[in-house]
């Protein structure tokens, strides 16, 4: 299977938001999953919890012993990447581990940031 057939597979599953619709969410967690010279470079999203990809699903995983507190199974996750590739596959891994509400954000960061919408600076310490 290609990558290309892989992100479909894993798209058919989500329920991808647009940037602009972000803000309209409730119960949500936003996960950056961005390296850090990235998120250093174009700044977060403010809100977003970076959380390192080889550690995400130990992270989130809702009956983990290693899970980040402040959500429950029922939390909508929404992953982002730079732009919107690595964040879909990611989103599903979290679905298959428990967090049926988990997607992406349509295009990523660079979409966001490009919509014109509110950007912190610099970069917070990831969870690793």
Do not use: K
């Not at 892989?6 to 989500?14: I, N, S």
């Not at 700044?43 to 390192?52: A, H, M, R, T």
């Amino acid at each position: 299977m290609s990558a290309e057939q892989l992100l479909d597979e894993a798209r058919r599953d989500l329920t991808r938001v647009p940037p602009d619709r972000l803000a309209e969410l409730s119960d949500v967690l936003v996960i950056d999953i961005r390296p850090h010279h990235d998120r250093a470079a174009e700044g977060e999203v403010p809100g977003s919890i970076p959380v390192e990809r080889i550690v995400l699903e130990w992270r989130l995983d809702p009956s983990g012993t290693h899970r980040i507190t402040g959500f429950t199974a029922d939390t909508t996750v929404v992953v982002l990447c730079n732009e919107g590739y690595a964040s879909s596959l990611a989103a599903r891994d979290l679905q298959r581990v428990g967090l049926p509400n988990a997607t992406d954000l349509i295009g990523g960061f660079r979409a966001y940031a490009a919509a014109g919408l509110p950007v912190r600076p610099g970069a917070t310490q990831a969870v690793t």
